[in-house]
């Protein structure tokens, strides 16, 4: 009796050979949310050394997170996060909310609408596809051309109305500033960079696009959104929309009237009681003067 061999498949030359290149893998949802949220929490503890003169304790925390992977493991989970699947750039709802208004006034894609994107990780964001605006891009840690390595609380002022924008993005970046008067002092700062009320290029700026993780005006101590809100009209600002996600809140502020001669002050108080509470906050100085 003859017996048929068993064909074995023919193996290509890549199947053949060890990968010289591997593609790097998914950082999944899980480890992104954890590494992100790690990263906050030590910066904090850094600051908080800092502000205290303890130079070997910042010390350790700097190794801690160099451990991690430092600031461009953190870019690196937050892209991962800007994934279609993984619910996309928030630039998207920036979109959504201005096209409308855009095509309701016949504004074209010409680039005129002049943008700075404060914490910019990609150049290729709704914002930036879409034509409509004039964009300059800053980060700490700039990660490829197009993007400005630049600190926006060391970004020197505008000298005149040319270097000012008609909308300011910051897009999960006042989170990361480690305390609560830093926070308030990046807020009064996008004053300086904007457009008067009175000069901007279209009835829907001069404006600031802010993101937050939800749980900071959700699940916070210091903070809601009533207190946001009025923390902004304090400095001039008026919210035109808003949408909370489970995982995301996203506002589009007007800026409504000139730089207030005067602010006033705002302390980190507790309005929410609860062990699972977080501690975002936002403080403010008071009076510019």
Same mark, same amino acid.
């Given at each position: 009796? %003859?017996?048929?061999k068993?064909?074995?498949p023919?193996k290509t030359?890549?199947?053949?050979?060890?990968?010289?290149?591997q593609?790097?893998?998914?950082?999944?949802r899980?480890a992104t949310r954890?590494l992100?949220?790690?990263?906050?929490?030590?910066?904090?503890?850094?600051?908080?050394?800092?502000a205290?003169?303890?130079?070997?304790?910042a010390?350790?925390?700097d190794? =801690?997170i160099?451990?991690l992977?430092?600031i461009q493991?953190?870019?690196?989970a937050?892209?991962?996060?800007?994934?279609?699947?993984?619910?996309?750039?928030?630039?998207?709802v920036?979109?959504e909310?201005?096209?409308?208004?855009?095509?309701?006034?016949?504004l074209?894609a010409?680039?005129?609408v002049?943008m700075l994107?404060?914490?910019?990780?990609?150049?290729?964001? =709704?914002?930036?596809?879409?034509?409509?605006?004039?964009?300059e891009?800053?980060d700490?840690?700039s990660?490829?051309?197009g993007?400005?390595?630049q600190?926006?609380?060391?970004?020197?002022l505008?000298?005149?109305?040319t270097?000012?924008?008609?909308i300011?993005?910051?897009?999960?970046v006042?989170n990361?500033?480690?305390?609560a008067?830093?926070?308030?002092?990046m807020l009064?700062? %996008?004053?300086d960079?904007?457009k008067?009320h009175t000069?901007?290029?279209?009835?829907?700026?001069p404006?600031?696009f802010?993101?937050?993780?939800?749980?900071?005006?959700?699940n916070?101590?210091?903070?809601? =959104? %009533?207190?946001?809100?009025?923390i902004m009209?304090?400095?001039g600002?008026?919210k035109?929309?808003?949408?909370?996600?489970?995982?995301?809140?996203y506002y589009?502020?007007?800026?409504?009237s000139?730089?207030?001669? =005067?602010?006033?002050v705002f302390?980190?108080?507790e309005?929410?009681s609860?062990?699972?509470?977080n501690?975002?906050?936002?403080?403010?100085?008071?009076?510019?003067?």
């Amino acid at each position: 009796m %003859t017996i048929k061999k068993k064909k074995r498949p023919v193996k290509t030359l890549s199947q053949g050979r060890p990968p010289t290149i591997q593609k790097s893998k998914s950082i999944s949802r899980k480890a992104t949310r954890g590494l992100i949220n790690t990263i906050h929490q030590l910066e904090k503890k850094k600051a908080q050394a800092v502000a205290k003169g303890d130079k070997a304790t910042a010390a350790i925390v700097d190794a =801690e997170i160099a451990a991690l992977g430092g600031i461009q493991k953190y870019q690196q989970a937050s892209l991962q996060g800007q994934r279609n699947d993984r619910g996309g750039d928030s630039s998207r709802v920036l979109m959504e909310w201005l096209k409308p208004k855009f095509h309701a006034s016949g504004l074209t894609a010409n680039g005129s609408v002049r943008m700075l994107e404060v914490g910019a990780l990609s150049t290729t964001n =709704e914002c930036s596809k879409s034509g409509f605006f004039d964009m300059e891009r800053i980060d700490l840690n700039s990660q490829g051309d197009g993007i400005l390595q630049q600190d926006f609380m060391k970004r020197p002022l505008p000298t005149d109305a040319t270097q000012t924008f008609d909308i300011i993005s910051l897009s999960l970046v006042l989170n990361f500033v480690p305390d609560a008067q830093g926070r308030g002092d990046m807020l009064l700062r %996008t004053l300086d960079f904007l457009k008067s009320h009175t000069t901007a290029s279209h009835d829907a700026f001069p404006c600031l696009f802010l993101v937050l993780p939800a749980p900071c005006v959700t699940n916070s101590r210091y903070m809601d =959104e %009533t207190l946001l809100e009025v923390i902004m009209n304090a400095l001039g600002y008026t919210k035109t929309h808003s949408k909370i996600t489970q995982k995301l809140v996203y506002y589009l502020w007007r800026r409504t009237s000139a730089v207030p001669a =005067e602010i006033p002050v705002f302390k980190k108080v507790e309005i929410r009681s609860g062990s699972t509470r977080n501690n975002f906050s936002i403080a403010l100085r008071g009076s510019m003067d």
